[in-house]
Nanobody, 126 residues
Framework: EVQLVESGGGLVQAGGSLRLSCTTS????????IGWFRQAPGKEREGVSC????????YYADSVKGRFTISRDNAKNTVYLQMNSLKPEDTAVYYC???????????????????WGQGTQVTVSS
């Protein structure tokens, strides 16, 4: 059974930092691109950042470039999202996800992902 478990969310003031973790099991982690997505109340789920399985190359949404950093530790089957200079508009539930097939998911298109964690709430106060 594929499982993804997020942790590290919380309440932080604007300008602060958080580090999210996504621990996975039930699939060959090394073979899959992994993504972080977020969904704010009343908005569609959006791709935040995704990381390649092959060479660790990364994709970031324009809204988080220069502030967020995605990384992966294949030995621990874990993906991280370091979030700095947080803004109130970053408030959302953050999900990690795995795509339905090898090679999919690099550009953070949610329709390519079919395994999702339960989410972790990030709230940034102004």
């Amino acid at each position: 059974e594929v499982q993804l478990v997020e942790s590290g969310g919380g309440l932080v003031q604007a300008g602060g930092s958080l580090r999210l973790s996504c621990t996975t099991s039930g699939f060959t982690f090394d073979d899959y691109n992994i993504g972080w997505f977020r969904q704010a109340p009343g908005k569609e789920r959006e791709g935040v950042s995704c990381i390649s399985s092959s060479d660790g190359s990364t994709y970031y949404a324009d809204s988080v470039k220069g502030r967020f950093t995605i990384s992966r530790d294949n030995a621990k089957n874990t993906v991280y999202l370091q979030m700095n200079s947080l803004k109130p508009e970053d408030t959302a539930v953050y999900y990690c996800a795995a795509p339905r097939s090898y090679g999919l998911g690099y550009y953070c298109h949610a329709y390519e992902y079919d395994s999702w964690g339960q989410g972790t709430q990030v709230t940034v106060s102004s």
